[in-house]
Nanobody, 125 residues
Framework: QVQLVESGGGLVQAGGSLRLSCAFS????????MGWFRQAPGKEREFVAA????????YYADSVKGRFTISRDNAKNTVYLQMNSLKPEDTAVYYC??????????????????WGQGTQVTVSS
């Protein structure tokens, strides 16, 4: 059974940076496409970024393009989300997700089989 554990969230001022990590266990990490999603209070969950099995293909939501970077270390079974130039509207619970169709880039939450418990990111103005 796949387990995902996010870490790295916290409180940061606008313009600051955070790096989220998601530790994967239970299966062969390099077979999986990984995604980051977020959900703000009162809003639906939204796609943030995704990365294929090798790290050679990534995709970003327009709202974070140029500010966030998704990456993975297959030796450490971990996916990262580097978040720079944070804005108050980035405040949300951030979730990582995994799916064994590792060659694809998946943009919809319903396409992912496994989810972490989430980590809170709060950006103050």
């Amino acid at each position: 059974q796949v387990q995902l554990v996010e870490s790295g969230g916290g409180l940061v001022q606008a313009g600051g940076s955070l790096r989220l990590s998601c530790a994967f266990s239970g299966r062969t990490f390099s077979y999986y496409v990984m995604g980051w999603f977020r959900q703000a209070p009162g809003k639906e969950r939204e796609f943030v970024a995704a990365i294929n099995w090798s790290g050679g293909s990534t995709y970003y939501a327009d709202s974070v393009k140029g500010r966030f970077t998704i990456s993975r270390d297959n030796a450490k079974n971990t996916v990262y989300l580097q978040m720079n130039s944070l804005k108050p509207e980035d405040t949300a619970v951030y979730y990582c997700a995994a799916d064994p169709r590792g060659t694809r880039i998946l943009l919809r939450g319903r396409e992912y089989d496994y989810w972490g418990q989430g980590t809170q990111v709060t950006v103050s103005s």
